[in-house]
């Protein structure tokens, strides 16, 4: 039985730690609205975003900005469906298109970060004949959190079939985007200390590369064993021995149950050392973009977070 959900907050609520379901898939271009509305409907039926209204937005190339609020979580997945629909069929894309959105607070005196967020981004298409990279992230803060992200993940493999490549879940961030500045900047403080918690991306900076490797490890690990192979890693037949058949691709799992990995903490420690043995696995398929993801940070953050678990000894 996996521990209870308990979610941590920081920065005075605006940044908090939730259950997080990272996943990505590479398409035909023909194939990216039956495949977002698999997608969309998969969500609303697993119940992975059962919030009571939705603030949304839309970040795209050459585009200011649209915000929408108080939509129904029916109505705020067919938007998405729509719009990066929509994107997928213009030839040339310079960078990729965000919809985000995060469940509203029950209470105007709220003030914290929701739990409850899911982001979908339409990679860049720097050239027609590419295909689609889709990328899906979700954080969930309910009792069953891990359960139906589980669910949700599952009910996609078995779906989707040969368009996906891989999926991670675990602990993340999830921040208040409209604290947003602040709450980057105390997730670059956290980052190194909370080695479990992956880092929360709200415009979705480097979802165009995620089907070129593996970012980052986390709780549970899945990956297409087609896709694997199509990287063409070294050692790749080896690191797929590995894994445990899992609807069509393969799994695998850090630890018993998901963590934190504080450093802080002795009693994280034999777990932050099976985390670190998994990414020492996984070494042959990462690939970590070098890009700005955070306003402020500074980039050898980002390098030192990318290769964390390089400091650990198992």
Not at 48 to 75: D, E, H
Not at 188 to 215: I, K, N, T, W
Request: charged letters at 20%; aromatic letters at 10%.
């Amino acid at each position: 039985m996996l521990v209870p959900v308990v979610l941590r907050y920081f920065a005075d609520g605006a940044l908090c730690a939730a259950p997080k379901l990272d996943l990505t898939i590479k398409a035909e271009r023909g194939e990216v609205e039956r495949i977002l509305k698999i997608m969309c409907s998969t969500i609303e039926r697993t119940g992975a975003f059962a919030v009571r209204s939705v603030s949304g937005y839309k970040i795209a190339f050459n585009q200011s900005t649209q915000f929408r609020k108080n939509l129904t979580p029916n109505l705020a997945l067919d938007w998405i469906c729509s719009e990066l629909t929509k994107a997928s069929q213009t030839a040339v894309r310079q960078s990729g298109t965000t919809l985000a959105l995060a469940g509203l607070p029950y209470s105007k005196n709220e003030n914290t970060a929701p739990a409850d967020s899911l982001r979908m981004t339409l990679g860049s298409c720097p050239f027609p004949d590419d295909p689609a990279i889709l990328n899906l992230s979700c954080t969930f803060g309910a009792a069953t959190a891990w359960s139906t992200l589980e669910g949700l993940r599952d009910n996609l493999l078995l779906t989707l079939g040969p368009p996906f490549c891989s999926s991670t879940l675990g602990y993340g961030f999830v921040c208040d985007v409209n604290r947003f500045v602040s709450a980057a900047a105390q997730m670059e403080l956290l980052c190194m200390r909370y080695l479990g918690l992956d880092l929360h991306d709200p415009f979705g900076g480097y979802s165009s590369l995620q089907a070129r490797g593996v970012r980052s490890i986390n709780w549970q690990v899945c990956l297409a064993g087609a896709w694997v192979n199509s990287l063409g890693a070294s050692s790749s037949t080896n690191l797929l021995k590995g894994g445990t058949p899992h609807h069509g691709s393969l799994l695998w799992k850090a630890s018993d149950q998901p963590s934190y990995c504080d450093r802080n903490d002795p009693a994280d420690h034999p777990t932050i050392a099976a985390y670190a043995a998994l990414d020492a696995q996984f070494e042959p398929l990462k690939f970590v973009p070098r890009l700005p993801w955070f306003p402020g940070w500074d980039e050898s953050t980002i390098e030192r977070w990318a290769t964390r678990w390089h400091e650990i000894s198992a």
